[in-house]
């Protein structure tokens, strides 16, 4: 069963074309591209304020309340047509989502938030897709240590249009928490990303040995929400 599962992913990517990484979301991302994945239900993401324009009764009602709420794949799957045109502002640690989401409904602003919870799932992928196809503008802010910073790479090198929110070396100065050690494992990831901006805070974070979490920078995102 083990070798017809791997043949059959493999043949799946084969056919789109595409990676295969090994990682449960990508399996979950190929699956569900050949039209074979079930679990949708499982499958989610943290959202607050966002809304397709066909505007159904359900997700309209956390719309104007400005409530978070945990969207599902099957719930994505039920909507057709483009979201309501907004800027998106999608960051990976639930503590902070909720604070912006707090803020944001408090100030009446209007943006849209999306938590990915750390890695990002198939359900977040396709909301992404939903979003950017609709005309939506996404800006993404992660943690700054190795695994945030892979996050971030991955995130943008699949989608060149989502803007890096926040990211700057002389705010992991002031933020940053001083590591004791780092493992190689970790120093190898610094070295890899793509983007300009991830590899300028990968180079910072080698010299000083500093991480940055979003905590730290809560005050500053909220004051960049518009």
């Not at 070798?3 to 990676?19: E, K, P, S, T, V």
Request: proline fraction near 4%.
């Amino acid at each position: 069963q083990g070798m017809a599962h791997d043949l059959l992913l493999r043949g799946i990517a084969f056919h789109f074309q595409q990676d295969l990484d090994g990682s449960v979301d990508n399996r979950h991302d190929l699956l569900f591209q050949a039209g074979v994945l079930r679990d949708d239900l499982s499958n989610a993401c943290l959202i607050c304020h966002i809304v397709p324009c066909s505007h159904p009764q359900s997700w309209q009602a956390f719309y104007d309340a400005y409530e978070p709420w945990n969207m599902t794949l099957y719930n994505l799957m039920q909507v057709e047509g483009p979201f309501s045109q907004s800027a998106i502002y999608m960051v990976e640690n639930p503590s902070v989502f909720r604070e912006l989401a707090l803020h944001v409904k408090i100030r009446q602003l209007d943006v849209g938030l999306v938590c990915s919870n750390g890695q990002i799932n198939l359900s977040t992928y396709r909301l992404i897709d939903r979003l950017l196809t609709s005309g939506c503008t996404i800006n993404y802010a992660g943690d700054w240590d190795p695994e945030g910073l892979q996050i971030a790479d991955k995130l943008v090198s699949r989608y060149p249009r989502i803007h890096l929110w926040g990211y700057d070396v002389h705010a992991l100065k002031v933020i940053g928490l001083k590591q004791t050690e780092i493992s190689e494992s970790r120093q190898s990831l610094l070295k890899h990303y793509r983007h300009p901006i991830l590899r300028a805070m990968a180079r910072e974070i080698r010299n000083t040995s500093l991480f940055g979490y979003q905590e730290g920078l809560l005050e500053k995102m909220k004051k960049s929400l518009i």
